[in-house]
């Protein structure tokens, strides 16, 4: 199963869902396929995203 979560800059909030459900797939050992996109891309991430992303 593919799975992809869609915003607008793909800069801080589908970054943080793709990341969360990649963790909690592997956690339940789903064989899912995760990722993130956006229909304007940012430049760069949100240095939020960032810092939290290292936590998980």
Do not use: W
């Amino acid at each position: 199963m593919k799975l992809a979560f869609i915003c607008v800059h793909n800069g801080c909030r589908s970054q943080m869902a793709e990341a969360l459900a990649k963790y909690k797939a592997k956690e339940l050992g789903l064989d899912i396929e995760v990722f993130s996109a956006g229909s304007d891309t940012s430049r760069e991430v949100n240095p939020q995203a960032i810092k939290l992303k290292r936590t998980i």
